[in-house]
Nanobody, 119 residues
């Protein structure tokens, strides 16, 4: 099992910044991907940004140029720096951890943290 603890959500005005953190503990896999997804009521959860254990990154088009994902492998923690926030970034943000085991991929989600951007 992997436990994910998220922090850093909150309320901010448009144009502001927030930094999300997600710390993983438990069964940590050497090959893994950590990332952030978000969801608003009535819509599907969508990818925001992911980063692999090899530091390869992938961003949603909506996040490119404004958000930066990074990780500290020593702390098993992933960060999402969000700048120039817009009201449409308002959502619950979920941390995701995918770990490659010997026979299959393991997939874990955090409890979610609310981000609210006011105009």
């Amino acid at each position: 099992q992997v436990q994910l603890v998220e922090s850093g959500g909150g309320s901010v005005q448009a144009g502001g910044s927030l930094r999300l953190s997600c710390a993983a503990s438990g069964r940590i896999f050497s090959i893994n991907t950590m990332g952030w997804h978000r969801q608003v009521p009535g819509k599907q959860r969508e990818l925001v940004a992911v980063i692999t254990s090899g530091d390869n990154t992938n961003y949603a088009d909506s996040a490119k140029g404004r958000f930066t994902i990074s990780r500290d492998n020593a702390k098993n923690t992933v960060y999402l720096q969000m700048n120039s926030l817009k009201p449409e970034d308002t959502a619950v943000y979920y941390c995701n951890y995918k770990g490659l085991g010997s026979t299959r991929m393991y997939d874990y989600w955090g409890q979610g943290t609310q981000v609210t951007v006011s105009s």
